[in-house]
């Protein structure tokens, strides 16, 4: 059996006092597509950024394709292959549609035109200052901005909310390509049910900071969806 | 864009084209004038790097650019005594030499900058400033009491130092260098600006959690903008200390600080020929108030609160209709 690629064991992690994830463990296999599902408050967003290194764990390890980077800072960890959409967005507003793409590029499949193939609009924009961009497009951005820096692992945190239908369409579609196409390890948070079992195979599902469901997509019943997802 | 690149230009050559009419007309002031504005511009366009572009708010660059005067001064001294440097454990002797002394004068600042800026890049906001402020007053107090170099009286060194070919004596050619020297440090921002360091530094600027994310590490890009910055700074301050043929702790103090901060404020901080447009402005004003009130420091105040709260893209950002910062 192959060694997991990114692996999370008796995670804890906590803001101040207040405890937010409670021994969570989960493996992803290199090249699986993941849902990170739960309702609001659940630890969704604390386990990325757990991940990420970007929130301190309070116990637990997380190896990511055999290196223990529980201690890394998030540069160092971003370095080793992670590679974030934020939620919310946000770009360098500032900064143009092109400038945010090449802050952090590092050499690999993806590259400028790459992501502009897969986001024509960003290509037409390329000049333009992220800040004036429309939601949808900065949507885009953060995803380029993210497979710019050529991830052997993505992690979107609600790609898609707050957009408008097509624009929703024309993401999910694009991640897909991203994760399904290229045949990248992607853990994707979203809220959309429908969508996700489009595109993951497998679902994680968080009550309360702990895990409450762990397996197949398919196996993701009606009656789990009402208890822990609200839907 | 296209505006604030023709006014950038029209700036630069208004500053080239006084001095040269003032060579004309036999005005030798006008040409010092011109020169202490290259100068302090110059040593702006350091400041601009870290607080335009990084937006980190030093208040201690006088360190910078007090130190690159002391470098001039004291090794111009020891040129001009005769007497080394350094006898153990090899004997330095002092210089007059430009081309050694500005390396040195950058050298030093930059060392002093990666020291202060190692410690003092750990903390934000309003720490910050304090910390940047304190170990500039370290850096004043050192030089008040240390007699070997003027103490509190400073340290005059009579003349220039030696540039091969020019007579650094003729304000003109001062100028001309003090100029190449500016136009050199602004074509190094312009493009610092648009590389990926300046970007990352921005980026740092705005969000350092969403660029660490990304693989880089907020600190150490800060820290090489900060050193940038100090090095120009201490070139500035070598020059400033040949331009008066003098140098005292005044070069250190938080006035100077709070004046560079100014002029970046006037001109429009992060814009290219902000601190050009700054320098100008202050110190026409300065010359200009100075002549018709004792207290021009109080008409200064009211025209900088103006500045401040109705253009906020300074000088540069109101004459280009471009109150956004660049």
Redesign the interface.
């Known amino acids: 059996m192959t060694a997991p690629f990114l692996s999370l064991r008796d995670v804890f992690a906590a803001y101040g006092p207040a405890e937010v994830l409670f021994d969570l463990s989960f493996d992803l296999a290199e090249g699986e597509i993941a849902a990170l599902m739960g309702r609001n408050g659940m630890g969704k967003t604390t386990t990325i950024r757990s991940i990420?290194r970007?929130q301190r764990l309070t116990h637990g390890a997380i190896h990511l394709d055999g290196h223990d980077i529980t201690r890394l800072?998030?540069?160092e960890a971003?370095?080793l292959g992670?590679g974030?959409v934020?939620e919310g967005r946000?770009c360098?507003?500032?900064?143009t549609v092109e400038?945010n793409l090449?802050?952090?590029?590092?050499p690999g499949h993806w590259d400028l035109a790459r992501v502009t193939d897969l986001f024509p609009r960003l290509g037409e924009r390329l000049g333009q200052r992220a800040g004036s961009l429309s939601g949808g497009e900065q949507q885009m951005l953060a995803i380029g901005?993210?497979l710019m820096?050529n991830p052997r692992l993505l992690l979107l945190d609600e790609a898609t909310e707050g957009l408008a239908p097509l624009i929703r369409q024309e993401i999910w579609a694009a991640i897909e390509a991203v994760a399904r196409g290229g045949g990248l390890t992607t853990l994707v948070v979203d809220k959309s049910l429908a969508e996700l079992r489009g595109l993951a195979s497998r679902a994680i599902v968080l009550e309360k900071g702990r895990k409450v469901f762990d397996g197949a997509m398919g196996d993701l019943t009606t009656d789990l969806c009402e208890r822990y997802l609200g839907v | 864009m296209i505006r604030e690149r023709y006014l950038n230009l029209a700036l630069l050559a208004a500053l080239l084209a006084v001095p040269v009419l003032a060579q004309v007309q036999g005005a030798p002031f006008t040409i010092t004038l011109a020169t202490k504005i290259a100068i302090f511009a110059l040593a702006a366009v350091g400041l601009n790097l870290a607080l335009g572009l990084g937006g980190l708010v030093s208040f201690g660059h006088a360190a910078f650019f007090g130190v690159g005067g002391y470098v001039i001064g004291i090794l111009a001294s020891h040129a001009r005594n005769y007497e080394p440097f350094l006898t153990w454990p090899v004997e330095v002797a002092g210089t007059t030499q430009m081309l050694v002394l500005w390396p040195l004068a950058v050298l030093v600042a930059a060392l002093v900058a990666a020291a202060i800026g190692a410690l003092s890049l750990r903390t934000s906001g309003i720490f910050f400033i304090m910390i940047t402020l304190a170990f500039a007053q370290m850096l004043y107090y050192f030089a008040v009491s240390w007699p070997t170099y003027g103490g509190e009286d400073g340290l005059p060194f009579y003349l220039r130092g030696d540039f091969p070919g020019l007579n650094t004596m003729d304000p003109i050619s001062f100028f001309g260098l003090c100029y190449a020297l500016l136009l050199v440090a602004l074509w190094l921002f312009h493009r610092l600006h648009r590389a990926r360091f300046g970007l990352a530094l921005e980026g740092a600027r705005q969000n350092p959690e969403r660029v660490q994310a990304l693989g880089i590490r907020p600190f150490q890009v800060r820290l090489l903008a900060f050193i940038l910055s100090g090095a120009i700074t201490g070139l500035a301050g070598a020059l400033y200390a040949d331009l008066n043929r003098f140098v005292s702790p005044a070069m250190l103090g938080w006035q100077t600080s709070g004046e560079l901060i100014v002029l970046i404020i006037l001109g429009g901080v992060g814009r290219l020929c902000g601190p050009v447009a700054g320098a100008g402005l202050f110190f026409l004003l300065e010359h200009w108030l100075g002549g018709l009130s004792e207290f021009w420091q109080f008409w200064f105040g009211l025209i900088l609160l103006c500045v401040v709260l109705f253009a906020r893209g300074g000088l540069i950002g109101a004459l280009a209709k471009d109150q956004t910062h660049d």
């Open positions: 990420c970007l800072d998030a540069h971003a370095r992670l974030l934020p946000r360098f507003a500032p900064l400038e090449v802050v952090a590029a590092r901005r993210a820096t």
